[in-house]
């Protein structure tokens, strides 16, 4: 038991070194903090900073100007702190069901529910592009937003997500792809969005010095946390027991704040060559799609034009019972895994109204389990995990 806490592969990524804190700690200090934002220069736009991605889609939302407790078109099958800051702009979720070969919006229930939409976010799911042309065809002048919380570099008909909407938004939240701490950069090709954005963003709180410095300890505590051998045997005990108590994961709730210093320097160093870590997270999931024989499971595939970033390796089980099994073998294998999104119908109905009707997006919720895929694991680990996995039919 204690030689599988010691080395329990963590199920994502908290990539933030001590290197990074001191980075982090000198630019809250603002010492050598004269840098520039590399994600202009990667993007091709200027983008727009906050403190969070629902913060970043807040603002967009409200800089729409959108007729209070207007709908908003969003997938179920999200991240429910997207439907909070829907709420929290004025507005109402209106649930889109998705499709089973790319977990994004399905369009033909998009054509269904689309006359009574003001606005829709498209989230491009564990960093697959969603099928933007169709979608686009469907919506009309309506405007699109796109989720690219997931979908860093990702990129579809040879286009990046986030270049492909009305307004975008990216997260560079520990866990993501950049795990900067926190932070979010919003993309827009509209004047009016850009002006209007700017005002809204500029009344948004700033961090104070000390406020940075708790902020980037705190990250890298957690961080070092994340990692072996302290993953198992401090972080995911303490993670579950926290999170029931405290929404250490912070679902609902946030703060408007313009972006940290501590959080720019980050993306800043990281963002020109990052890419050279999502190509070697892509080839774990394409060494996956080669490996892992098990029957009677959905593997991410991509489809034709698009180009995924594998942010996450979903594997869909046939049904809630082979999922689970699956996911307590592993953790006795000491590989940790996720049931993503096991619990967003029920918050939908908690809290939003859903009534129901998205079929496909409930049945993912129970079926689907994250398993490692992070661009720092090693040959010998991901040989491991596809051992444990083809293996797990037998146990």
């Not at 072996?228 to 609902?252: C, E, F, S, V």
Request: glycine share 4%.
């Amino acid at each position: 038991m204690l030689k599988q806490r010691i080395g329990l592969i963590p199920r994502y990524n908290w990539d933030y070194k001590f290197s990074d804190f001191i980075k982090s700690f000198l630019a809250a200090l603002k010492v050598n903090s004269n840098f520039t934002i590399s994600f202009e220069k990667t993007f091709n736009q200027k983008p727009i900073l906050t403190a969070s991605g629902r913060t970043s889609l807040y603002a967009i939302l409200k800089c729409l100007n959108l007729p209070p407790g207007s709908k908003v078109g969003v997938p179920l099958y999200c991240c429910s702190v997207v439907f909070d800051a829907i709420s929290k702009a004025g507005l109402i979720p209106n649930f889109i069901d998705i499709n089973l070969k790319d977990y994004n919006i399905s369009v033909s229930d998009l054509k269904r529910k689309m006359n009574s939409l003001s606005a829709l976010i498209v989230v491009h799911m564990f960093g697959h592009p969603a099928d933007m042309d169709s979608i686009s065809d469907v919506c009309g002048n309506i405007p699109i937003i796109e989720d690219c919380a997931q979908s860093l570099f990702s990129r579809y008909k040879e286009q990046y997500t986030g270049l492909l909407s009305k307004a975008s938004f990216f997260s560079f939240r520990s866990g993501k792809y950049i795990s900067a701490g926190e932070g979010s950069a919003i993309l827009t090709k509209d004047p009016f969005i850009y002006k209007s954005l700017s005002k809204v963003i500029e009344q948004f709180n700033d961090w104070t010095k000390l406020q940075q410095i708790m902020h980037c300890t705190g990250t890298y505590i957690k961080s070092s946390f994340y990692k072996r051998p302290w993953y198992g045997i401090i972080g995911y005990p303490m993670g579950k027991i926290l999170d029931r108590k405290l929404n250490l994961t912070a679902k609902t709730g946030f703060k408007l704040r313009k972006i940290a210093m501590s959080d720019i320097r980050i993306v800043n160093d990281r963002i020109e060559n990052f890419i050279v870590k999502v190509k070697k997270q892509r080839k774990n999931a394409l060494y996956y799609l080669e490996k892992i024989k098990i029957k009677d499971v959905f593997l991410p595939h991509e489809k034709r034009n698009c180009w995924s970033n594998y942010y996450q390796f979903a594997v869909r089980f046939k049904n809630v019972e082979e999922r689970n099994h699956f996911s307590d073998y592993l953790y006795k294998c000491g590989i940790d895994t996720a049931k993503y999104l096991d619990d967003v119908v029920d918050i939908a109905k908690d809290y939003y109204n859903y009534r129901g009707d998205c079929p496909n997006a409930e049945d993912c919720s129970k079926k689907v389990l994250i398993i490692p895929n992070h661009y720092t694991l090693s040959k010998k680990d991901l040989d491991y995990i596809v051992n444990c996995l083809n293996a797990g039919s037998n146990n």
